[in-house]
């Protein structure tokens, strides 16, 4: 009889210890998403505020075209 006493005690520990282990396992696991979520949020806040600078690459092919007529003009003039 105290065998099984034991064994039941036993089983009782092991038991709780998995509810533990997947109690934490499953808290863990909420607040891995609660801060991914919050990330997600910050990445597409960053990415709206950055598609402007998109066009930077025109904005710069215009600049280069305009200096490079300036120095054509100049160049023209004996500047």
Not at 12 to 37: F, Y
Not at 43 to 49: A, N, P, T, W
Request: net charge positive; hydrophobic share 50%; proline share 1%.
């Amino acid at each position: 009889m105290t065998g099984w006493i034991v064994g039941i005690a036993l089983g009782l520990v092991v038991v709780i210890i998995v509810v533990l282990l997947v109690g934490t396992l499953i808290a863990t696991a909420s607040q891995i998403r609660k801060e991914a979520r919050e990330a997600r949020g910050s990445l597409e806040r960053v990415r709206e505020s950055t598609a402007p600078l998109h066009g930077v690459d025109g904005v710069n092919a215009s600049a280069t075209g305009v200096l490079e007529g300036a120095r054509a003009a100049r160049a023209v003039l004996g500047g």
